[in-house]
């Protein structure tokens, strides 16, 4: 620097990290002037230090948030490819449950933009959900800060019937305030109609077994009365069998 300082004839400005007799750390910027005699040779030098400390700690935190910027933006490129390509409808709210965006999955699943869907349907949560239940999940849910899902019978904008699963989740800062919602919507209409279809067979084999022990019931009671009689007519030929002809048995046994 002060080979610059000669060379070039003017000032020269530098910036070096040191620390105090008490081990602070302190950035100090320099500014050498060169101090010229008649025959312009450099004869002395004036040295002002100035504090930067405060400067490069507001620079370095400029590096990191632009750095954790480039992170966030990377991870919101890669979620957005995911909404994006996901089969689930996405919906982001803010913390109140007002609706703020959709994929494209929404679309598809549904039927409409986020415009239309507000326009027809309502701007908030608990006016557009089909859950009749809505509010009551959502006020107890917004006191534990934890995911909820449910369940709900959908209507599409042509009309068409979907069972949706919802999972409901709250995007909570550091201190635990609520600023965004986002709901995912699962199509389990397959996943019903099989359970339906479950639910018939079981009951179907239900009514058969009641049919059947109703069957055996009525079968014992018919046999119940021959067959006492039988066991009756029997004791009566075993306690008197001596006594009886061959021909009085044979119209016993078969009369």
Not at 193 to 211: F, G, P, S, Y
């Amino acid at each position: 620097v002060i080979y610059s300082c000669i060379e070039n004839k003017e000032t020269a400005i530098y910036e070096y990290f040191t620390t105090t007799k008490s081990d602070d750390g302190l950035w100090i910027q320099t500014t050498l002037t060169p101090i010229f005699g008649d025959n312009e040779e450099v004869i002395n030098f004036i040295a002002i230090d100035s504090n930067i400390t405060k400067i490069k700690d507001a620079e370095n935190e400029i590096i990191f948030q632009k750095e954790e910027i480039e992170k966030k933006s990377k991870q919101l490129e890669k979620l957005s490819i995911v909404a994006r390509e996901t089969n689930n409808a996405i919906v982001i709210m803010d913390n109140k449950g007002n609706f703020e965006w959709v994929n494209e999955s929404f679309t598809r699943m549904y039927g409409y933009t986020l415009k239309q869907f507000i326009k027809e349907k309502g701007g908030n949560i608990v006016v557009a959900s089909y859950n009749k239940d809505i509010k009551n999940l959502i006020n107890k849910w917004l006191g534990k800060k934890t995911p909820i899902i449910y369940q709900a019978l959908n209507i599409t904008k042509s009309g068409q019937t979907i069972w949706a699963q919802t999972t409901l989740t709250p995007i909570i800062e550091d201190n635990g305030k609520v600023i965004k919602i986002v709901s995912i919507d699962s199509d389990i209409t397959k996943l019903k109609k099989a359970e339906e279809q479950i639910q018939k067979q079981r009951d179907e084999l239900q009514k058969a077994n009641i049919t059947k022990d109703k069957f055996f019931s009525i079968i014992a009671h018919d046999l119940r009365s021959p067959f006492a009689t039988f066991v009756s007519l029997t004791s009566v030929v075993y306690q008197s069998f001596d006594n009886f002809t061959h021909d009085k048995l044979k119209s016993i046994v078969f009369d």
